[in-house]
C-alpha cells in the first residue's frame, strides 16, 4: 500500500516536472521569436539607413552595436570645433535621417553628443564639454525637427567626454571621440509588446 502511494506520488511529480519543462520549454521559443523577429527589424532598419543616407563618406558610419542601430557622424560634418552650430552640410545629411525617422514611426531617435577631452573654453552660456555636448545634440533635434521629423520620436542626450571611442591622445583620436551619434530605437512598450505577442 505505501509503495503503491510513494509510486502514485512519483507519478504526479513526474507529470508537474515534465509540465514545467514544457511551459519553460514555450518561454524559450517565444523568446527566440521575438529575438528574431527585432533581428528582422534591425536588418531591415540598417538597409533603410544606409540606402537612404549613402555610405560613400568616411565621416558617417551606420552600424548595430549590441542591437541597435546607429548612425554615427563625425562633428566636423556638423559643426566648427568647439561650436554647436550646425554647418551647411549638416542640413543635406540631417534631412536624410529626418525621412528616415518619418518613415519609422514606431521607433524613437536618440541623438547622443560627444566631445573630446579638450576643456571647452569658448565662454558664453556653456560651461563644460557636457554642456557643449548637449547643446550640440538639442542643436541636432532641433534641426530634425525643422526638417520634418516627428518631434515625439526624439531626444537629445550630452555625454561630454565620458565616453570616448579612442584614448585622447593624438589629434586623431580627439578627431574620432568628437561625434555626434544617432540612435534608431524602437519604442519601449512595442518592444515589450513583441515579445509578449
Keep these: 500500500k505505501d509503495l503503491t502511494m510513494l509510486t ?22 517565444r523568446l527566440q521569436d521575438a529575438l528574431t523577429k527585432k533581428d528582422s527589424v534591425t536588418l531591415a532598419l540598417v538597409t533603410s539607413l544606409k540606402k537612404e543616407v549613402g555610405m560613400d563618406d568616411q565621416d558617417i558610419q551606420i552600424n548595430v552595436e549590441k542591437g541597435v542601430v546607429f548612425i554615427s557622424l563625425s562633428d566636423k560634418v556638423l559643426f ?61 533635434v532641433r534641426q530634425l525637427i525643422t526638417l520634418g521629423a516627428n518631434p515625439a520620436q526624439l531626444i537629445a542626450a550630452g555625454r561630454g567626454e565620458f565616453l570616448p571611442l579612442v584614448p585622447n591622445t593624438s589629434a586623431e583620436n580627439k578627431s574620432l571621440n568628437r561625434r555626434t551619434k544617432i540612435y534608431i530605437l524602437p519604442k519601449i512598450d512595442q518592444f515589450y509588446e513583441m515579445i509578449e505577442t
Excluded: M, Q, W
Design 80 to 140: 566648427k570645433s568647439g561650436s554647436y552650430n550646425l554647418s551647411t552640410r549638416a542640413n543635406e545629411i540631417l534631412g536624410k535621417v529626418a525621412t528616415v525617422i518619418n518613415g519609422k514611426p514606431d521607433f524613437e531617435a536618440l541623438v547622443e553628443g560627444h566631445t573630446d577631452n579638450v576643456p571647452y573654453s569658448g565662454g558664453g552660456v556653456l560651461i563644460d564639454n557636457l554642456d557643449l555636448s548637449a547643446k550640440r545634440a538639442a542643436a541636432v
Design 8 to 29: 502514485t506520488k512519483g507519478a504526479d511529480n513526474l507529470e508537474r516536472s515534465l509540465e514545467s519543462l514544457k511551459e519553460r520549454d514555450l518561454k524559450i521559443t
